[in-house]
């Protein structure tokens, strides 16, 4: 056909005819729309001289029915591809959007208003192209389908067999159109009849805008396409056995899936969720079948029970009893006790955990509780069950049938179950049981009851009632005071580290009583400390230096009594009645004098200033050898400085003020302190040296004597240049330097490190260290005698 005509209706309804286009070919396709009218025309050929031209350029003409005027052509692409082989596909997307597809090549127009400054002799519309793409196919034809494009695509391939291009099935094709190329969103396969057989040409694609269906045409068949919507597709998966991925889909379009519902049984056919459990249990996989029962099956109690006896039916309810609803809802008993009993049949351990799991009211505890002791009958010592028999007891409030199987096994649980569900009372006679079992924690329950009774109970188990006694002793010295004296004999059997102790804090033991059984059974530290309780001190120090032979312990309990008379007798002990010690011996074999020498060597190191040294010296026989002497001789001179105290305490005195405590703490803090002299110090008065050039710092005699005033801020002075009358505060000498700087109530305020108050101290001559004159008197080693 190479004319295209238009019929218009006119005077008596007469049709007129009117020529839209002419002499340029065959026309192949025409699609009109609104007042559109759009036509593709074929090519035309001419031969001259053996040489082929081109009469007219075709493509695709759109005609405005207003103006009558044609408003564009769209030129064909390709011009290789003979056009009836390959004919042109239109559609109208939109009143103003036309696609065209020809060979491979589409191109989608929009037809839009010239502006009127641009008309001149020019239709009043223009054609835009606004997509243009290839595809790797021949296009038998195009459909909008919302923003995409749906194509039948003619598809050429390659035989494997006889490697000769050939012709494949029609595809059916939706494309995102993009502005050089497109996406491929799906694409099908199409099987008809003789397709080997057919071409390009042979292939048509209508639509039907309204229903969205799409109409393939063959030689041989007519295919009917629709929009595939979320249920075709679960129809597919479901189809494909892809339960999972149906499911997935089907949970996310619930609001706009018609078809299927989740969880829905209907008479014909298995939902999609129950679908997938059976497809799950066919293929043997019964935990992932019963874990997806949770999912599918929700709260819908029907499908659980139908699901559990499924399970049931091919031995599988162990794999659904760990998923079983237990709140919200809840089965029927009969479905709990089912699942209960299989365990019970064949796994204990199983059985227990679901007790422990499971509340007490899913199902009948009677019923479990009897069938759990049919089986004690067959394996009574089996301690699972037991185990679990006594939490069944427990659930059904049997509290002392649950307690005695708890004793029974020694189960840790018991002392939960006691204070949980205040059993004290039922107790009562098990109390050596619990104690057996558990003394550590037995005691705390027993807090409960009375005192007498308990150590009644354990009145044949001695080292239990000790353990009672000694608990209940630590949390209240005085609550059992009246077996205090039974005690004693249990401390000296069971728990002798604790006996000492004991005797000490308690204020109801009978020290009598107490000292018998040390003494029978030789507890030395014991009964010296007893002795010195009762106010024996002599003869608890004497078994200290006979018994237990230590000479620092012995000393220590000198201080501790604080009496002359011990002194005097350790003294006398170490002089004329030495004993071994171990920590000094390293050897059998020893001399008299060694251990004589030994003693006192301990006890110059540890006299301290609670016992006149001298005393202990002038006991010392002459040319006897002391090992460590000098080190000892040091310490003695050390700690002895503290006897500077006196000094001030005595100036205190004087000044009619009553030192107090806080006054004390800062003298005992000064008299460690260490002033050394030396030739560089100046009197802060007259600035001359304190120390005249004439003084002998050679160890042979020096007979002068002089005067010197050193406060504890470290400024000196010549006595005589410290002005009595302006430097005496409340018996107190002070710093002439530092005075100006104190208030009245200086020696209240001031006292410490830095106080002002000082020595007056009479030098009346300067000797040299024995050890720092071996070193050829090295610095720093001379010592002031200090005199009052």
């Known amino acids: 056909m190479s004319k295209l005509l238009l019929y218009e209706r006119g005077w008596m309804n007469r049709w007129k005819p009117s020529v839209l286009h002419e002499g340029e070919g065959n026309i192949r396709n025409v699609k009109w729309r609104g007042h559109l009218i759009a036509w593709a025309n074929n090519m035309e050929f001419v031969i001259l001289n053996k040489v082929l031209f081109c009469l007219n350029f075709q493509g695709v003409k759109i005609l405005d029915m207003i103006s009558k005027q044609r408003i564009t052509n769209v030129p064909r692409d390709d011009i290789s591809l003979r056009p009836d082989m390959y004919p042109c596909s239109l559609c109208w997307k939109d009143n103003l959007t036309l696609i065209i597809g020809w060979g491979n090549s589409v191109k989608i127009c929009s037809v839009k208003e010239r502006h009127a400054s641009e008309m001149r002799d020019l239709p009043n519309r223009y054609v835009e192209i606004v997509f243009q793409f290839d595809t790797e196919f021949y296009i038998s034809g195009l459909a909008p389908l919302c923003d995409q494009l749906v194509i039948l695509s003619y598809v050429k391939e390659i035989s494997e067999k006889t490697e000769v291009e050939c012709c494949a099935r029609p595809r059916l094709d939706i494309v995102q159109p993009l502005p050089e190329s497109c996406e491929e969103i799906s694409s099908d396969a199409l099987t008809v009849r003789g397709f080997q057989e057919n071409e390009c040409r042979d292939y048509h694609l209508e639509y039907s805008e309204g229903e969205s269906l799409f109409y393939i045409i063959s030689p041989r068949d007519v295919v009917i396409a629709k929009e595939r919507d979320q249920d075709d597709h679960i129809d597919w998966l479901l189809e494909k056995k892809k339960y999972e991925e149906a499911l997935m889909a089907a949970e996310i379009s619930q609001k706009t899936i018609k078809k299927h519902k989740i969880l829905k049984l209907s008479q014909d056919l298995m939902d999609i969720g129950l679908a997938y459990i059976n497809h799950l249990v066919e293929k043997g996989e019964h935990d992932l079948a019963a874990r997806k029962c949770q ?436 018996g107190l000498n002070l710093c002439l330097f530092c005075k100006e700087k104190r208030t009245d109530n200086f020696f209240i305020s001031s006292l410490g490190k830095n106080a002002c108050f000082c020595f007056d101290l009479q030098v009346s001559s300067v000797q040299f260290c024995n050890i720092c004159s071996a070193k050829h008197r090295g610095p720093g080693s001379a010592i002031l005698e200090m005199k009052k």
């Open 295 to 730: 999912k599918i099956l929700g709260k819908n109690t029907e499908l659980w029970e139908f699901e559990v006896y499924k399970f049931k039916e091919i031995g599988q309810l162990k794999a659904i009893s760990r998923y079983l609803p237990r709140r919200d809802p809840v089965l029927k008993p009969l479905i709990y006790e089912m699942v209960l009993h299989e365990f019970l049949e064949s796994d204990y351990e199983g059985f227990a955990t679901l007790i422990k799991e499971w509340p007490g009211d899913l199902y009948s505890n009677t019923i479990i509780v009897q069938a759990v002791v049919d089986h004690l009958k067959k394996d009574p010592q089996n301690r699972t069950l037991l185990r679990t028999l006594a939490e069944l007891y427990t659930y059904d409030q049997r509290y002392g049938r649950a307690l005695e199987i708890y004793l029974t096994l020694r189960h840790k649980d018991v002392f939960q179950l006691i204070h949980k569900h205040n059993l004290f009372s039922s107790i009562k006679d098990k109390i050596v049981l619990l104690m057996d079992f558990d003394s550590e924690i037995s005691w705390f329950l027993f807090a409960f009851l009375q005192i007498d009774r308990v150590v009644e109970e354990l009145e044949n188990r001695p080292e239990l009632q000790h353990v009672y006694l000694h608990k209940l002793f630590k949390r209240d010295h005085h609550k059992g005071q009246r077996y205090h004296e039974k005690q004693i004999s249990l401390y000296a059997e069971y728990d002798r580290p604790n006996l000492l102790p004991f005797l000490r804090d308690s204020t109801h033991c009978p020290l009598e009583k107490a000292l018998e059984i040390c003494q029978q059974r030789n507890f030395v530290e014991e009964t010296v400390y007893l002795l010195s309780r009762m106010g024996n001190s002599r003869s608890a120090l004497k078994m200290i230096m006979e018994e237990l032979q230590d000479v620092d312990k012995a000393i220590e309990f000198a201080k501790e009594q604080d009496d002359g008379e011990l002194w005097e007798d350790l003294i006398l002990y170490s002089i004329d009645k030495p004993r071994k010690l171990d920590s000094v011996l390293a050897s059998p074999v020893y001399f008299l004098w060694d251990a004589i020498a030994a003693f006192i060597t301990g006890l110059l190191n540890n006299i301290g200033t609670h016992v006149d040294p001298i005393l202990l010296i002038h006991r010392i026989k002459e040319g006897m050898e002391i090992p460590n002497l000098r080190d000892s001789l040091v310490k003695i001179l050390q700690d002895y400085n503290l006897q500077v105290n006196v000094f001030f305490l005595g100036r205190f005195s004087e000044g009619h003020q009553k030192p107090s405590h806080q006054s004390l703490l800062p003298l005992l803090n000064l008299s460690n302190a260490v002033i050394s002299l030396a030739k560089e110090n100046i009197c802060e008065s007259c600035l001359s040296p304190v120390l005249p050039s004439d003084v002998p710092f050679s160890f042979p005699d020096a007979s002068k004597s002089f005067n010197v005033v050193v406060f504890h801020c470290r400024h000196m002075f010549h006595k005589e240049c410290l002005p009595v009358s302006n430097t005496v505060r409340n």
